[in-house]
């Protein structure tokens, strides 16, 4: 039973457009949801969270939207660069333990 | 300021020998968090140390067992290793301030551990 999945394993897009990542999540308790980006021989690094009481955190290029009645979140990249190529992880976590998604894999194309 | 830092970076063993992993949390945190990741998947929670108790643990047998020091390190043994023990296992630290269990983890590149 995967408590939070992201659904596309890859998106592609060119550059200056928007990127929209999606994530869903089954477990109600969750309390914070983080997105991670992950480059080939790195570990993941933080991007930006945002805690259940709120529905939109922004970032510079980077926001977050939250719908706790769809159990859904988005993260949106505008505009997305070459450089955000990446692998992007969603977590959610309740008393600090994290759950992550199997990740999606950004290609943004000059 | 030195981030997550783990050792060994590779490493390979034999089905049934015993392995440990070591990790140094980014300067200032308290709380170290292991996961380990196949191939294609997302991480997955082993377990978290705090005060050098574990706090919280994953759905991992009890093969898997850690360790925290006064200094903060921890560390990741793994018995009996199988074959599908096989997988990145990535570090993470944060910092506990009270009831603020969200905070953002910094990784560690990961120890590659490959069961032969």
């Known amino acids: 039973d995967q408590q939070v999945k992201q659904n596309s394993p890859s998106l592609s897009v060119q550059e200056g457009r928007i990127s929209i990542l999606n994530c869903d999540y089954t477990n109600s308790m969750f309390d914070y949801f983080l997105w991670y980006k992950k480059y080939p021989a790195e570990g993941p690094t933080f991007l930006i969270s945002?805690?259940?009481?709120?529905d939109k955190n922004e970032d510079g290029r980077f926001t977050v939207f939250l719908n706790k009645s769809a159990k859904h979140l988005s993260l949106h990249i505008v505009p997305s660069q070459p450089g955000d190529s990446a692998v992007y992880f969603c977590a959610a976590s309740v008393a600090g333990k994290s759950t992550f998604g199997d990740g999606t894999t950004l290609t943004v194309k000059p | 300021d030195a981030g997550v830092t783990q050792s060994p970076t590779h490493l390979i063993k034999t089905r049934g020998q015993q392995v440990t992993l070591r990790c140094s949390p980014k300067s200032g945190h308290d709380t170290v968090s292991w996961y380990q990741q196949a191939l294609g998947q997302g991480p997955q929670f082993i377990f978290q140390y705090y005060e050098e108790e574990e706090r919280q643990r994953g759905n991992f047998p009890d093969r898997f067992s850690g360790h925290q020091f006064p200094n903060y390190s921890s560390e990741l043994n793994v018995n009996a290793l199988l074959l599908g023990d096989s997988a990145l296992y990535l570090c993470a630290s944060s910092l506990r301030t009270g009831d603020l269990m969200g905070t953002e983890a910094f990784f560690g590149q990961g120890t590659r551990l490959t069961v032969v």
């Open positions: 945002i805690s259940s009481i709120k």
